[in-house]
């Protein structure tokens, strides 16, 4: 029963959109953080590359 109510939630509009999370590193302190965005699915690699 949960597979199904899973799949029907993938039908939605969400499917263009990918979560992506980026390791930054900070100029002060040095430690790193994470940064997390949702972007289109062609937006990715270019996410990546600044």
């Known amino acids: 029963m949960a597979k199904k109510a899973v799949a029907s939630l993938q039908k ?5 959109y990918a979560k992506v999370i980026k390791m930054v590193k900070s100029e002060k ?8 965005d949702i972007v289109p699915n062609e937006m990715v690699k ?4 600044k």
Do not use: C
Not at 12 to 16: C, L, P, S, Y
Not at 46 to 49: G, R
């Open 46 to 49: 270019d996410y990546f590359k």
């Open 12 to 16: 939605g509009a969400g499917k263009g």
């Open 29 to 36: 302190t040095g430690a790193y953080t994470f940064q997390e």
